[in-house]
């Protein structure tokens, strides 16, 4: 019976520190880039922005849910979303699975990420000084 309660707790805390964890994503300035989280909408949950990312840095474009390629009825699928950089930077973000009419209430998952966004290959070139100068 100890070793089974030490073992929940020990999955508790596993999971408490995944969910508390930065996940990184590298994107580039004026490019697209997305997060998808896995997500069954039949149970009553969705994935919400808890904390968007700085609008100096990122942009929320859409975000989608594309279904499973099963037939199995209450199948789960994914939530797509789709940011585009602006600048460079460092931002976080954090996305919660909850159910809307829930309040008050711990979300079931949380995920947090955190976006290194780069000038591209391209506007480095141009911000070399020129041989000679």
């Not at 070793?3 to 990184?24: D, F, I, R």
């Not at 390629?69 to 199948?75: M, T, V």
């Not at 930077?89 to 995920?111: F, H, I, N």
């Amino acid at each position: 019976m100890k070793v089974l309660l030490v073992t929940g707790l020990a999955l508790v805390w596993l999971a408490a520190a995944q969910a508390g964890e930065l996940k990184p994503i590298a994107a580039t300035v004026g490019k697209e880039f997305r997060i998808t989280l896995q997500c069954n909408p039949t149970t009553g949950y969705q994935w919400v922005l808890a904390k968007a990312p700085d609008e100096k840095l990122a942009k929320l474009l859409r975000s989608d849910y594309k279904r499973p390629n099963s037939e199995l009825a209450g199948a789960g699928g994914e939530m797509v979303w789709t940011f585009r950089a602006l600048a460079e930077g460092k931002t976080q973000m954090e996305l919660d699975y909850v159910r809307s009419w829930e309040k008050g209430v711990k979300p079931a998952q949380t995920t947090n990420f955190v976006v290194v966004i780069k000038a591209s290959k391209a506007s480095d070139k141009a911000k070399a000084p020129a041989p000679g100068t």
